[in-house]
């Protein structure tokens, strides 16, 4: 079984694949990674093919869909686009994360003012 | 939610798609790759230095496909099948060890889920009825003596009727079905069959709806209505060829022409419920007019209303009957006091206890199976310990080892379940065809839904039992031990030994436990057969017949001794006679005192009746003590007499001879003339009651048996008794010749069925215990086969080594032996209910017990003990 770190990770992965996709319209998977180091300044190294499970596992809940297509320079690609309820996971995450990374702040800015001792 | 459950759904989508979707993974992989080296060529990289940039950027190909399987899959159940797949390979590898446990198991089993259905069927399951648990049942004399005492006349079952409170509806049925014989002619052989006499409302009460034709009208149940019968489904498709347009016709019973009215479900078998043991398809409605003046005469049973409980019901009974006396006390013989039960409790509670020896019996067979295996296993196990070793060093954790030994022991638990589920579905089969066994309900078992259940259950526990403990003992292994441990030659492994040793002694234990239970069982059933009857049950036989004597009591003794007189001359035949109820077979009870002596109330004032002619008390073998038997010369008009058996004599004449003497019954002098040796009438296993014997010429029978006593086998006399009789009477019935020892053991039959099933299983577990030191010892002396052979090199004799190894094994059988004859201590006081004329702490069966196991126990070490002694040193020695 993967252990706790690992299911945030994935979860974290899960988000960002759907924030790509909802900005981006419909992407393959190279694309989706690519966007992903690229929006986070190469900051996040993926090994590129961990988001082919998170990508099975979105579409298997129905979030995003798939389908065979072909790419600007002729290349057979499975193109992966949002769902209207892959959108409205999304804003409940965005949410989440929103509020998470608020108290998050608020946590260390209290570290700070101790920090003094 | 609903994500949740439309992900399970394409997990499972996924599981069984599993090809489709790899090979969608590859192309959409391959493309990424393809993608990836473009923009890194366009970047400038040479093409080898793009391809890899590729590949590192995508990390590892093979985990990325192992990701994406367990994120869309189900990864327990591809587990599940991995370990499955090896289970089955390494079976298929030893397949001697797996045929083994696996018919070890269905043994086990079969014998499990064939008890289970016998339980279930008799005990737990409710009856074939509507409602059944309201159903209740009523026996007069608070259910203490013959049928006659128990049951009411329709005076009283009319007054509880109307009176009652407590119940919706009360009915009744006419249990001495001798009174009802009736003749069926005028469609091929005439043939005797024993109707029920029904009330009206009998089938209704308990549900039962014809699948042909109708119930009988109000009409019909009336006296002057038209005579209707209903059937059996089994005697209409047997005598009637399952044709339906047999409803509405008619035909001649007891030379009456009978309508045919309708045809009863083949799920209801009044004798299954009712009379255990017997077949009985022909029904009648009870004319209740016609039966008024019968005496005691109907078997009562009341459907309770909704919210009355049993004991509110008892407790009405108990106010009402002796009221209802008062208001009555010209007509009714007693106060009728009633005891009332559940009607399922009244058919199956007396066998409860046996069915529960029964079911523990099967649960230790099971245990001792369950042993057999671990042991079984255990060695498996130390032998592949090498594999587990290397398992885990490979870095497969414990419960991963576990789960693997745990899947080996399902599927040799599901191996033995669908053979032992065969195995009990031919012995339930078997058992539903014993119409002969007087068990209620048999003819119905079978193997059903709720025995699948219970083999379901059986077989995991059974494999988590005899799975778990060699699974912890292997996966718990320090590796070096076992690496060492594996090494040959030495009596090392000690603590593998010692929890071998405990299994066998185990072992020995329960089938001690169990040899013990059947033993003394078996001891009881054969003091049961050594009773002394009363009567010569060999090489007698009965059969039906029938005469018309129009009724007419002064004609009858021509008619009987003319019959008599054409049987005797039969060549063989050595002596005749006819009475109208067999003992062991059917009774029924008269008033009966001695005439001038004052009775206490509550003093039996009531004997059995048999009615006889001359020469019955000799064809069956019952033994005159003093007086006379009947003679022709006592006839209607002569004095009456009447003979008794001695327990009639020590209670009515105590301490006095009552030849000569006169007694009372029917209202009328009746003088004593003879007594015989007491007869065991209603039960092979309780004592004699107070019985008297009335000649056929002066009292009216019910039926007529006629009894031969043969010089050759009698059914070698049966076709000549048959032609005999039909040459005197063309409307002699084809009845069977039944010889008086299968009445005897059809009494005995109940005894005899769990006295054979317990023995048949205590052998099992002997067999199984036998094995499993066989297998223990035996393993024990292969592994040792080095030190053995340096013992004999320095000298030890052969005979020392054989005596080392059968030593081990009589400690361990009589450490075993010892702590089952302890436990036996406990489990034979619970079934002492059980045993008849044996003591529960009987030494005999003890002693020969722990004798045969010991003597069983040296068998089974001898075999490896010869081995052993054969070792050359030479050849052990050079082994490594």
Not at chain 2, 66 to 81: K, N, Q, V
Not at chain 2, 191 to 203: G, I, L, P, S
């Amino acid at each position: 079984m993967p252990d706790k770190k690992l299911d945030l990770l994935q979860g974290t992965l899960d988000v960002m694949v759907l924030q790509t996709l909802a900005a981006m319209g419909a992407l393959h998977g190279y694309g989706i990674a690519r966007r992903i180091e690229q929006a986070s300044g190469d900051a996040v190294l993926l090994n590129q093919g961990t988001i082919y499970a998170s990508l099975v596992r979105l579409q298997q809940r129905g979030w995003i869909s798939a389908e065979w297509g072909t790419s600007d320079n002729n290349r057979k690609a499975k193109f992966y686009t949002i769902t209207k309820r892959g959108r409205k996971q999304l804003a409940n995450d965005t949410a989440y994360w929103q509020r998470l990374s608020g108290v998050m702040g608020r946590l260390f800015a209290m570290q700070d003012e101790g920090g003094g001792q | 939610m609903r994500d949740a459950l439309r992900q399970g759904l394409a997990r499972l989508r996924a599981f069984f798609g599993k090809a489709a979707m790899d090979r969608d993974l590859d192309a959409e992989m391959s493309s990424h790759l393809a993608f990836a080296i473009e923009e890194n060529l366009r970047r400038g990289l040479s093409p080898e230095e793009a391809a890899r940039q590729a590949l590192v950027r995508f990390g590892g190909v093979a985990q990325a496909k192992e990701r994406h399987r367990e994120a869309r899959s189900l990864p327990a159940l591809d587990t599940l099948l991995q370990d499955l797949r090896y289970t089955l390979r390494t079976l298929r590898r030893d397949r001697g060890f797996a045929a083994i446990a696996v018919l070890i198991l269905a043994l086990g089993m079969g014998a499990n889920v064939a008890v289970f259905s016998v339980v279930n069927t008799i005990l737990l399951r409710p009856l074939p009825f509507r409602d059944p648990q309201r159903l209740v049942w009523m026996a007069s004399n608070r259910g203490v003596g013959g049928l006659s005492y128990v049951t009411y006349t329709v005076g009283v079952y009319e007054a509880f009727q109307r009176h009652n409170r407590s119940f919706q509806e009360v009915t009744a049925y006419q249990p001495f079905f001798g009174s009802s014989e009736y003749l069926m002619t005028g469609r091929g052989e005439p043939r005797q069959y024993t109707a029920v006499m029904v009330a009206e409302n009998f089938f209704p009460m308990l549900g039962i709806k014809p699948v042909l034709g109708r119930l009988f009208t109000p009409e019909e149940c009336h006296k002057g209505g038209r005579p209707a019968a209903m059937l059996s489904e089994y005697l209409w498709r047997h005598q009637f060829g399952a044709d339906p347009s047999i409803i509405g016709r008619s035909i001649d019973l007891n030379l009456r022409p009978t309508t045919i009215v309708g045809v009863l479900p083949a799920s209801f078998d009044f004798g299954s419920v009712f009379s255990p043991g017997a077949r009985l398809d022909l029904f009648v409605p009870a004319v209740m007019d016609d039966i008024r003046n019968w005496g005691n005469t109907l078997a009562m049973l009341g459907r309770l209303k909704p919210g009355v409980t049993l004991a509110q019901a008892q407790a009405e009974v108990d106010v009402l009957m002796p009221q209802l006396y008062t208001a009555h006390k010209s007509e009714w013989f007693f106060d009728y006091p009633t005891a009332m039960s559940l009607l399922k409790d009244h058919v199956s509670g007396k066998l409860r206890r046996s069915l529960i020896a029964l079911w523990s019996a099967v649960g230790l067979i099971l245990l001792i199976v369950c042993v057999n295996l671990s042991n079984l296993l255990l060695a498996r196990a130390a032998a592949r310990g090498k594999e587990f070793a290397m398992r885990s060093a490979l870095g497969a954790g414990r419960a991963r080892v576990v789960q693997q030994l745990l899947t080996e022991s399902l599927v040799l638990a599901g191996g033995g379940a669908l053979l032992g589920l065969g195995i009990a579905w031919g012995i339930t089969a078997y058992l539903a065809r014993q119409g002969s066994i007087a068990l209620p309900l048999l003819s119905t078992v079978r193997v059903d839904g709720a025995a699948l259940g219970w083999t379901l259950l059986v077989a995991v526990t059974a494999a988590v039992l005899f799975g778990l403990a060699p699974g912890i003992k292997i996966s718990g292994g320090n590796l070096q031990d076992v690496l060492k441990d594996g090494g040959h030659g030495m009596s090392a492994g000690r603590r593998h030994d010692r929890t071998r040793a405990v299994l066998v002694i185990s072992e020995v234990a329960l089938a001690c436990v169990l040899l013990v239970g059947a033993g003394l069982l078996l001891r009881s059933f054969l003091h049961v057969l050594d009773v002394d009857l009363g009567f010569q049950p060999e090489r007698a036989a009965a059969i039906q017949v029938v005469y018309d004597d129009g009724g007419k009591i002064e004609r009858r003794g021509a008619i009987l001794q003319e019959m008599l007189h054409r049987v005797d001359a039969i060549p063989g035949i050595q002596a005749a006679g006819i009475v109208d109820m067999l003992p062991l077979d059917r009774n029924r009870s008269w008033d009966f005192q001695a005439k001038g002596r004052v009775y206490r109330p509550g003093e039996i004032g009531a004997a059995f009746v048999y009615i006889a002619t001359p020469g019955y008390l000799r064809a069956i073998g019952m033994q005159l003590l003093e007086g006379r038997d009947f003679t022709w010369q006592d006839t209607s008009t002569s004095e009456r007499v009447v003979i008794i058996n001695e327990a009639a004599a020590r209670y009515h004449w105590p301490g006095q001879d009552p030849v000569g003497r006169i007694a009372r019954t029917g209202g009328r002098d009746i003088k004593v003339i003879g007594v015989i040796r007491d007869v065991h009438e209603s039960s092979v296993e309780s004592g004699s009651g107070i019985e008297m014997y009335l000649p056929a010429t002066q009292a009216d029978p019910e039926g007529a048996e006629l009894v031969v006593r043969t010089a050759l086998p009698p059914d070698a006399l049966a076709s000549a008794v048959m032609h005999t009789l039909r040459k005197y009477n063309p409307l002699e019935p084809a009845a069977e010749f039944r010889t008086i020892q299968s009445i005897v053991d059809h009494a005995t039959s109940p005894r005899r069925f769990f006295a054979m099933l317990v023995a048949i299983f205590a052998g099992l577990g002997l067999l199984l215990a036998a094995l499993g030191i066989y297998g223990v010892i035996s393993y024990s002396v292969s592994r040792q086969t080095q030190e053995i052979g340096v013992r004999m090199a320095l000298g030890a004799s052969a005979g020392r080594v054989q005596l080392a190894v059968i030593s081990s094994t009589l400690r361990l059988a009589l450490a075993g032996v010892a702590a089952g004859t302890l436990v036996s201590f406990a489990a034979a006081r619970s079934i002492a209910a059980l045993l008849f004329d044996t003591q529960p702490g009987d030494p005999l069966t003890f002693a020969s017990i722990a004798l045969v196991l010991s003597a069983v126990a040296l068998l089974a070490g001898y075999l490896p003990a010869r081995r052993a002694s054969r070792v050359d040193p030479v050849v052990a020695l050079r082994q490594n």
